[in-house]
Nanobody
Framework: QVQLVQSGGGSVQAGGSLILSCAVFGYTYSSYCMAWFRQAPGKEREGVATIDSDGSTSYADSVKGRFTISQDNAKNTLYLQMNSLKPEDTAMYYC???????????????WGRGVQVTVSS
């Protein structure tokens, strides 16, 4: 059974940093592309960043230069380092495995359960 187990998140003031983790169980991690999505109240879920098995990355314009997606294949774990956080980054954050490196929910095979990130001004 495939499981994406998330940890991290929490509350931080604007300008602060947080790191999210996503441990993958049930399949060979390195064979998938991985991604982070987020969903704010009343808004659609949006893609944040992706990473391929070879380490190539892509980011949404809203987080470029502030967020970094990375992975540890030996630990089957995905990370999202979030710096210079803004109140508009407040959302539920989800990790996901993708069947192609396209930052779209249509390409998601599996979702994590989500963690809350709250940024206060």
């Amino acid at each position: 059974q495939v499981q994406l187990v998330q940890s991290g998140g929490g509350s931080v003031q604007a300008g602060g940093s947080l790191i999210l983790s996503c441990a993958v169980f049930g399949y060979t991690y390195s064979s998938y592309c991985m991604a982070w999505f987020r969903q704010a109240p009343g808004k659609e879920r949006e893609g944040v960043a992706t990473i391929d098995s070879d380490g190539s990355t892509s980011y949404a314009d809203s987080v470029k230069g502030r967020f970094t997606i990375s992975q540890d294949n030996a630990k089957n774990t995905l990370y999202l380092q979030m710096n210079s956080l803004k109140p508009e980054d407040t959302a539920m954050y989800y990790c996901a495995s993708l069947r192609a490196q396209v930052l779209s929910a249509r390409y998601v095979d599996y979702w994590g359960r989500g963690v809350q990130v709250t940024v206060s001004s």
